[in-house]
């Protein structure tokens, strides 16, 4: 079955903190693998997806299919980047499932105190 | 970057009357379209997928004849919840893909749309 599995509700840490939300994920398949962000009062954005391999924002996630992971790092967190993370994976039409269907785990709240 | 609508933003209707929600790409044409539902503090939950000039696709558990969906255009895709009640009152989300993008599956969300019923 597919899934996407976010442990963490809450992530509190101090600005200047390394920081780490963990995502796994389930699926038989090769997924696509994104991160969302929701900001206080905003929509749902992107941030970063598993095949640009970039960094935005300062933070980067590493595709790890031998652990089915995505985790979102960033070496020293930001008051700004207190917001919603959602971890999401799409699986390719080839393998079945509806295609472009985008699976989201439960999130993770974000909570950078000064 | 795309931009997807939704309209209105909010919306207070009685128990029993219908509710049309409006989902549109602005400036991109979208052959999908997504209908998820957020309650409180929790995570989006995928209702149905939208197809211009096709049937909806409803995920397990959605009935589909409470939410009815239409994507007559490339840029454009309705829900309506009939004979709404108390408990449908939610935070509804659409998003939009690309049809023209590259082969990826990212969505761009609409701002949302805040259903009380009373």
């Known amino acids: 079955a597919q899934r996407v599995t976010q442990p963490e509700k809450l992530l509190s840490v101090f600005k200047g903190a390394p920081v780490e939300l963990k995502c796994n994920y389930s699926?038989?398949?090769?997924?696509?693998l994104f991160w969302y962000v929701q900001y206080s009062r905003q929509r749902l954005q992107l941030l970063l997806r598993?095949?640009s391999r970039e960094s935005i924002k300062g933070f980067t996630a590493d595709l790890n299919k031998g652990e089915t992971s995505f985790h979102l790092k960033k070496p020293f967190a930001q008051e700004e980047d207190s917001a919603m993370y959602y971890c999401?994976?799409?699986?390719?039409?080839?393998?079945?499932?509806?295609?472009?269907?985008?699976?989201f785990g439960k999130g993770t709240k974000l909570s950078v105190k000064p | 970057g795309a931009v997807v609508s939704q309209h209105p933003s909010w919306v207070i209707c009685k128990s029993g009357t219908s509710v049309k929600i409006e989902c549109r790409s602005l400036?991109?044409?979208?052959?999908?379209m997504f209908w998820y539902r957020q309650f409180p503090k929790q995570s989006l939950m995928l209702m149905a997928t939208?197809?211009?000039?096709?049937?909806?696709?409803?995920e397990q558990g959605v009935e589909k004849d409470k939410f009815l969906i239409n994507h007559a255009s490339l840029t454009l895709s309705t829900l309506t919840v009939t004979s709404a009640h108390p408990e449908d009152s939610s935070f509804y989300i659409c998003?939009?893909?690309?049809?023209?993008?590259?082969?990826?599956?990212?969505?761009?969300f609409g701002p949302g749309t805040r259903l009380t019923v009373t």
């Open positions: 998003s939009a893909r690309d049809s023209q993008g590259l082969v990826t599956y990212e969505q761009y």
């Open positions: 699926y038989s398949g090769s997924p696509e």
């Open positions: 598993h095949i």
């Open positions: 999401a994976l799409s699986g390719f039409a080839n393998y079945g499932g509806s295609q472009g269907n985008l699976i």
């Open positions: 400036d991109f044409q979208a052959t999908t």
């Open positions: 939208s197809n211009e000039g096709s049937k909806a696709t409803y």
